[in-house]
């Protein structure tokens, strides 16, 4: 019941960013609003104290933006609408930057010199022919729109924003920055920067910080590219109903992709070719607004060849022609198809380093000329194997952060393929599984009827734990002090001891006074009324936090302990295993 009140309370939140950053105030304060009372009625069924802390902060930021919508539509006309955008800030009020006068056309001479230019330094690029003969073209075409242009006649359209896919070390950053400096030179573009971000640059964990934080980095890269690596990440949460801010990212970019001209900002996505396909399927307008599409293939065993050589050349290094003539040989048989797609441009630059590291273990301290910078091959084969215990380099997917518990557990029930798949869906606790049944299981990823139900028995035996702790903790966190008397005292309310003590209000129902009951007490003012029920709710909130940390650090202990008797136990459970498959197997023959 909590999970879905607090992902629909999410969800319309979601819809009042989009109404607000698209200047539609009236419907966001009746959205915010909405949202707020949704998450209002999570908390009544939350019992994780952290969550249920979470969500009341973000019904208080709803309930305050829609607070300060509603005083501007009232307060200031046309003038207090703009005061609320984007959530008042002087910033985004700010006059746009610099009145550059256009510049003079190119002549053809500067045209074809642009061109020869960059056809210098496509074929500089190892490998990569498909990205290759996609520049080609988006030269061209560029180039052909400015003599359209010259002649005074219009060109089809303006959309210039990209999708780089491919695994990492492919080059995606590199050809951006070429894509930069090719507007530049023809003139598309005022600058030949790139500003590069991912998910953490452009999303906040409030309402309006992410739209306002999105558009500092689009104000940023103006005139240039915003290169958004990993974008698929902005849309991971989202296409899982999972609360984000994510949203306000999008639809803050997409405000101004639209736009045209040399001070426009072009947007560059890139992210795994299989991610990047369904962050483009989740937002039909944000796909329109992409032209080009631009795939890179791993490198081959030969490009990365071609690569070595290029880099040992560049640092002044070179090999002996026998680490020469085997190179190709020792990346080929040292590494396999999946870690040079994990590695690709990066295994050069890992392989060099090692080399290099082998090579001054190799030689004594009166080395000299030419053995100090020469590598062999006995240099190279002694780095190709580290590379069988390294790990490549990657980045830590942000949803995954936080999930060590529920990841060890899995793991435990022969589940652990299915771990990014909860941590991601917000699972990251033990006490966050309490919840779940067979079809929430099964909309998790677990498909396989098995593994349903050994994640199904993983859940009610974490059940039956809780229950039974929770019932034990209720004593042991009940009460920090005596009696209700000095309970009052020490927090300065001793002078409505015997109020509390006529109405029977002992520790057992202390944490269940609500507002309106302390009213009926006969506490009728509202100061002191208020700063009971405040010292209440700190005290249960202190109590359950408390009570629920004792029982997750019980359950973990637990679980380890279940499964160590689990393994001691193996020895019988295979055999009975075994006897009952070769049951089946006879009745079935």
């Known amino acids: 019941m909590a999970n879905d009140l607090r992902d629909k309370g999410i969800e319309i939140a979601n819809e009042a960013v989009m109404a607000d950053n698209g200047g539609r105030y009236e419907e966001a304060v009746s959205k915010y609003v909405k949202a707020a009372e949704y998450l209002l009625m999570a908390t009544k069924y939350e019992k994780n104290p952290v969550t249920l802390k979470t969500i009341k902060e973000k019904c208080h930021e709803y309930a305050s933006r829609a607070e300060v919508l509603k005083e501007g539509l009232s307060g200031g006309g046309g003038k207090g609408k703009k005061a609320v955008a984007a959530g008042g800030g002087k910033e985004e009020e700010e006059e746009e930057e610099d009145d550059d006068p256009e510049p003079e056309p190119l002549t053809?001479?500067?045209?074809?010199?642009?061109?020869?230019?960059?056809?210098?330094?496509?074929?500089?690029l190892v490998g990569m022919d498909s990205v290759k003969n996609d520049m080609r073209k988006l030269c061209k075409q560029l180039s052909l729109d400015i003599r359209r242009r010259q002649e005074g006649k219009s060109t089809l359209d303006s959309i210039r924003h990209m999708m780089f896919t491919g695994n990492p070390?492919?080059?995606?950053?590199?050809?951006?920055?070429?894509?930069?400096?090719?507007?530049?030179?023809?003139?598309?573009?005022?600058?030949?920067?790139?500003?590069?971000?991912?998910?953490?640059?452009?999303?906040?964990?409030?309402?309006?910080?992410?739209?306002m934080k999105t558009a500092k980095k689009i104000k940023e890269a103006r005139g240039g590219i915003l290169f958004v690596d990993e974008a698929y990440q902005l849309t991971q949460a989202l296409q899982r109903g999972q609360s984000d801010f994510s949203g306000e990212a999008i639809d803050e970019m997409m405000k101004v992709m639209n736009e045209s001209g040399r001070k426009a900002v072009t947007f560059v996505f890139a992210g795994y070719k299989k991610e990047m396909d369904e962050f483009v399927q989740y937002n039909a307008g944000l796909e329109s607004r992409i032209k080009y599409r631009?795939?890179?293939?791993?490198?081959?065993?030969?490009?990365?060849?071609?690569?070595?050589?290029?880099?040992?050349?560049?640092?002044?290094?070179?090999?002996?022609?026998?680490?020469?003539?085997?190179?190709?040989?020792?990346?080929?048989?040292?590494?396999?198809?999946?870690?040079?797609?994990?590695y690709n441009g990066r295994l050069t630059d890992n392989l060099l380093q090692w080399s290099s590291d082998e090579m001054n273990t190799r030689l004594p301290l009166t080395a000299h000329g030419e053995q100090l910078i020469t590598l062999e091959k006995q240099d190279l084969q002694a780095a190709i194997k580290k590379f069988a215990t390294s790990n490549p380099p990657s980045k830590k997917d942000p949803a995954l952060i936080g999930g060590a518990e529920v990841e060890q557990?899995?793991?435990?029930?022969?589940?652990?393929?299915?771990s990014p798949h909860f941590v991601r869906a917000g699972y990251r606790l033990l006490i966050d599984l309490l919840h779940l049944e067979e079809r929430d299981v099964r909309a998790l990823g677990v498909s396989k009827d098995a593994d349903v139900r050994r994640a199904m028995?993983?859940?009610?035996?974490?059940?039956?734990?809780?229950?039974?702790?929770?019932n034990e903790m209720d004593a042991l966190f009940m009460v920090d002090e005596p009696d209700i008397r000095t309970w009052l005292e020490k927090r300065g309310l001793g002078e409505f001891a015997k109020v509390f003590e006529r109405h029977r209000v002992d520790f057992e129902?202390?944490?269940d006074i609500t507002y309106e009951d302390i009213k009926e007490m006969g506490i009728s003012e509202v100061g002191p009324r208020r700063k009971i029920f405040r010292q209440v709710s700190?005290?249960?909130?202190?109590?359950?936090?408390?009570?629920?940390?004792?029982?997750?650090?019980?359950m973990i202990a637990q679980e380890n302990k279940n499964f160590a008797a689990s393994a001691a136990s193996m020895e019988t459970d295979v055999g009975q295993r075994l006897g009952m498959l070769r049951q089946s197997l006879s009745s079935g023959m």
């Open 457 to 470: 028995a993983l859940v009610n035996r974490l059940k039956q734990e809780h229950r039974s702790m929770s």
């Open 169 to 211: 070390g492919v080059g995606k950053t590199t050809v951006s920055r070429l894509v930069a400096k090719l507007y530049f030179q023809l003139g598309v573009s005022s600058k030949d920067h790139v500003i590069e971000v991912q998910k953490g640059d452009l999303v906040a964990g409030y309402v309006n910080q992410t739209a």
């Open 509 to 511: 129902v202390l944490g």
């Open 409 to 418: 557990q899995l793991k435990q029930w022969n589940l652990a393929e299915y």
């Open 294 to 342: 631009f795939h890179f293939d791993d490198y081959s065993v030969p490009e990365l060849v071609t690569i070595v050589n290029i880099k040992i050349k560049a640092k002044g290094y070179k090999m002996t022609d026998d680490a020469s003539k085997n190179l190709a040989s020792i990346i080929d048989t040292g590494t396999t198809k999946e870690l040079r797609s994990k």
């Open 108 to 124: 053809e001479e500067q045209l074809q010199k642009a061109e020869e230019e960059m056809e210098i330094e496509i074929s500089k």
């Open 538 to 554: 700190v005290w249960r909130d202190e109590r359950e936090f408390k009570k629920a940390e004792a029982i997750r650090a019980r």
